[in-house]
């Protein structure tokens, strides 16, 4: 056993992924684990089979052809690869945050440049009318 392992994980009362530190074991569940968020201190069950499956996917790059071009007015869903042209570079959305503005932002793990945050879903909210 690992002891004091810790995952990247969706913390519900965050709403972003954090890191979580290992509690324990569930005992009639062998397929759940406790873990705790680093940074709100909440505990939360993790199922292993599905933590196993996103560990999977997060290692499988995703090729330039499954990727959307990078375009702020658009929105996209966390797994979703995406080609961001001006730094000719290629991730895949890891999730999803709301701005201190109100807006919506994707966290982004590119090969190169690593996680950056982008925003999305941009519309004509920069113009004033009044
Ligand atoms: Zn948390």
Redesign the pocket.
Known sequence: MARGKSISHF????E?V?KMELVGAVEDQPDRTWYR?V????AMLVDLNELKKGEEAAKKKPERADCSDYNPSNTYTVGQAIFHTEWDDFGKVISKEKTSGGGSAIVVSFQRLGERRLLENLTNGFDSQD
Do not use: K, Y
Request: hydrophobic letters at 10%; charged letters at 25%; aromatic letters at 0%.
């Open positions: 913390c519900a009362h965050c972003r954090t968020c940074r709100c201190r909440h």
